[in-house]
Each structure stands twice: as structure tokens, then as C-alpha cells.
């Protein structure tokens, strides 16, 4: 059962653990990147395949947190209010995710990191576009385009947070929209990977041993986004999107 440890030095453990930790703080308060901090951090100790089991149990637990820190009434309120958004984000996932073998993954990258990085980098400069939030046509076409580039590359945080920051948003409120939205496709995610094998009765341990940290790190970070206003959280969201766009950049030329 727990074989999976035997073959792992204890420092490697450690260092996933710790890593965890980290990625537990950021999602606490911004809400998202624990994926993407997770991935790049264990593949730099383990195999991808083992980093990628890893994730996926941590993801699971968190979204869930994350989606019903208000309650299940006001989760519930935010997928009615959002719910033209993941209806179309949902489908052009399904249908995008048929085409995934027509333009290399390199490509894709670098066409949702640039504008990305533009985003955060206007936004942290000053600019404030004035997105109205009840505004069906972008609610659609950001939708659409999140779930586009979703099916192609299962990337499709960067898009969702830029909107919900860009039509301002309240910080609580978009932590519980996230929750909601990672953590619908975290089922999806732990679904597939059940059934191609890697989530499986080795690597389940080794997930199972992240959750732990990681929801220690989301309630350290959950502390830490209460302390702070609605500005320096914009700013912070900002600043972990800049960081996500330049790693999708960085692994679109890599």
C-alpha cells in the first residue's frame, strides 16, 4: 500500500511537502496557481507523471475549501450568477478538446501567456479597463475563449482570472468563483486520470501525502487574503498572474 514512499528519499518527500506548503499559501490568497506551482516544483524532484498524480488529490481538497468557505448557499449563488460563463466555457472545452492534435502545444502557450503578461503588466501599470460586469458579450466571449484554450492545454485559469479582476470583482467573491469553477474541473481531472492510470493504487499515497500541507498552506493564505484590502489583493492577483503568463511563455519556447 504504501510502496510508493520506500522508493522516494526522505529529503524528496520533504522538499514535495514543502512545495505543497507554498502552493497552499499562494491559492489561499489569490485563489488559483496551485497547479501550476505544484507541476513545476515536483518535476523538478520526480518523474511528471508522478508530479502530475501528485497534484491532483491537493487540487481536489482546496477547490472544494475554496468554493464553500461562505457556505454551500453562497457557492451556490455564485454559479447562478456566473452561469453563462461556465456554460460556455464548458462547452468550447468539450469541443476544443477534439482539435487538441491540429496546433502544437508550443504555439498555444505563447498565445495565452502574451496576452497574459500584457494584462497583468497594464493593469499593475495603471490601466483599469472599465468591463461592465453584467455585460453578456464579454461574459460569452471570455468564456469561450477560457474554455477554448481549456480542452487544448486544461490551462484556463489565467483567462478566468483576468475577466473576474477586470470587472472588479469582490475579492471574496471571486476566491468562491474560482473554487467553484477549478474545482469542477478538478473532478474532471482526477476522473481522467483515474481511468488512464495515473491516479492509481501506488501514486494515490503519494497525493494523498500532499493534502496535508496543502490545506495547512491555504489556511495560512485564506489568514492572509483576510487581512488584506480589496486593492492589494487586485495587486497580488496581478502579480501571480504575471508569474503564471511568463511560465506559460516560458514553457511555449522550451
Known sequence: MFEIFS??????????????LLA???????????????ISGLS???SPELALA????????????????????????????FRVFLAVALVM?????????VLPQSVLLLMIGGPIVLFAVLQLGGWMPDLPSASRG????VG????????????????????????????????RVQGVIYGLGAVALTAAHVGSGILNARSVW???????????GMWIGGRLHDRIDQRAFRRATLLVLLVAGLNLIRKGLT
Request: some cysteine; overall charge positive.
Open 7 to 20: 522508493s522516494l528519499p526522505a529529503s524528496t518527500l520533504g522538499f514535495a511537502c514543502a512545495i505543497a
Open 24 to 38: 497552499g499559501i499562494v491559492k489561499g490568497m489569490v485563489g488559483f496557481a496551485m497547479p501550476m506551482i505544484l
Open 44 to 46: 523538478s524532484l520526480i
Open 54 to 81: 501528485g497534484l491532483i488529490l491537493p487540487t481536489l481538497a482546496t477547490n472544494g475549501v475554496q468554493a464553500l468557505r461562505q457556505g454551500g448557499r453562497a457557492a451556490l449563488g455564485s454559479v447562478v450568477r
Open 93 to 101: 472545452l468539450l469541443l476544443s478538446a477534439q482539435l487538441v492534435a
Open 138 to 141: 464579454w461574459e460569452i466571449g
Open 144 to 175: 469561450g475563449f477560457a474554455g477554448f484554450i481549456g480542452g487544448f492545454s486544461g490551462v484556463w485559469g489565467p483567462p478566468t482570472v483576468a475577466y473576474l479582476t477586470a470587472i472588479g470583482t469582490e475579492k471574496r467573491e471571486q476566491m
Open 206 to 216: 503519494f497525493s494523498a501525502a500532499l493534502l496535508a500541507p496543502a490545506l495547512l
